[in-house]
């Protein structure tokens, strides 16, 4: 059992930068890929990135790829997502996602049905 809590959202101006991170707790936190998704209103919940057990291998979708930056801290139990040059568009709720696959390896998105964990979201939203 893994539990997710993610922190660091907010209110933020287009252009510019907010840093999401997400702490986890329980065993055998380096045998899961992690990632963000985030949902806006009215929209279905979509991928933003991944990253494999050991950070070898990070994948984004085209839509945050050169502004998102998704990192882990093993040691820390801790994942984090830089997100710069912020668009209005970005604005929704961001969810940290744990899976436990074995044959993921961050080099493809995450499907939302594979997702084993889910934290409880943060809200950010992007003012023109």
């Known amino acids: 059992q893994v539990q997710l809590v993610e922190s660091g959202g907010g209110l933020v101006q287009a252009g510019g930068s907010l840093r999401l991170s997400c702490a986890a707790s329980?065993?055998?936190?380096?045998?899961?890929?992690m990632g963000w998704f985030r949902q806006a209103p009215g929209k279905e919940r979509e991928f933003v990135a991944t990253?494999?057990?050991?950070?070898?291998?990070?994948y984004y979708a085209d839509s945050v790829k050169g502004r998102f930056t998704i990192s882990r801290d093993n040691a820390k139990n801790a994942v984090s997502l830089q997100m710069n040059s912020l668009k209005p568009e970005d604005t929704a709720v961001y969810y940290c996602?744990?899976?436990?696959?074995?044959?993921?390896?961050?080099?493809?998105?995450?499907?939302?049905?594979?997702?084993?964990?889910w934290g409880q979201g943060t809200q950010v939203t992007v003012s023109s």
């Open positions: 996602a744990a899976d436990r696959s074995p044959s993921f390896t961050a080099v493809q998105a995450m499907a939302v049905s594979s997702i084993d964990y």
């Open positions: 329980g065993r055998g936190f380096n045998n899961y890929a």
């Open positions: 990253i494999s057990r050991f950070g070898g291998n990070t």
